[in-house]
Each structure stands twice: as structure tokens, then as C-alpha cells.
């Protein structure tokens, strides 16, 4: 049976499309399946103070290395590619947990009283 064929057979007498049964590497199939599909979500940006935030907090409320790779590695997608070494080195460090706490207690003090709209 052609796709033609069971996209006939598939429509009712009240001219509503009931189920279609193709198979599953069928070109018909997969174009539906396709364009029923949701798109993915736009990755949403976030500055590095944002990101070290983030972190910072992982590390403080879960205190396990696990938390803070997890973390790190989900925020590297939203900062802007020259920030990402700052994160890489963040989630690479043999503790991270520590790395962060020491990070969090040498930023200049300006950095931690920066206006966190600007971006």
C-alpha cells in the first residue's frame, strides 16, 4: 500500500483524518513526525555572575562535587563563549566544591555588589 493509499483510507465519511498506521522508517512518517515534533527551547542567556551565582549556590546547599559539575555543565550553553573557561576551570578542578568557596571569597567586593540587571 502507497502513502497515497493509506492517507485515503485513514479519512472518515465525515472527511476527519482518523489514525494513520504507516511504518515507522516510512518518508510519510517521519516528515509527520517531524513536523509534529515541538521545536527545542531556545536556550536562555545568562551573564557569568549569574552562572556563579548559580554554582556558588550548588555548592553551598548540596556540598557534593556531583552538584556542581551537574550545574556548571548546564549553565555552559548559556554564557558567552569568552566566559566559559572561568566555568570549564570551575567544573574540571579536582574539588569543584572547594574551587567554589575559594572563588566566592576572593571576588573583589565590587563584583559582589554589581547591579545584577546589567549585563
Known amino acids: 500500500m502507497s502513502a497515497a493509499e493509506a492517507l485515503d483510507r485513514s479519512v472518515g465519511d465525515d472527511g476527519e483524518l482518523e ?3 504507516l511504518p515507522v522508517f516510512h518518508p510519510l512518517a517521519l516528515a509527520i ?3 509534529v515534533r515541538p521545536a527545542p527551547a531556545p536556550v ?5 555572575l549569574d552562572a556563579l551565582t548559580a554554582i556558588s549556590l550548588s555548592a553551598e546547599m548540596s556540598g557534593s562535587r556531583r552538584a556542581v559539575i551537574k550545574v556548571g555543565y548546564s549553565l ?3 554564557v558567552k563563549p569568552k566566559y566559559r573557561i572561568v ?10 566544591v572547594e574551587h567554589m568557596k575559594l572563588f ?4 573583589p567586593e565590587h563584583i559582589l555588589t554589581m547591579d545584577p540587571t546589567v549585563r
Do not use: F, Q, Y
Not at 104 to 107: E, H, N, P, Q, R
Open 33 to 35: 513526525e517531524r513536523a
Open 104 to 107: 566566592v571569597k576572593t571576588l
Open 19 to 21: 489514525s494513520i498506521r
Open 44 to 48: 536562555k542567556p545568562c551573564s557569568l
Open 76 to 78: 555552559l550553553p548559556r
Open 87 to 96: 566555568i570549564a576551570d570551575i567544573i574540571s578542578s579536582p574539588d569543584p
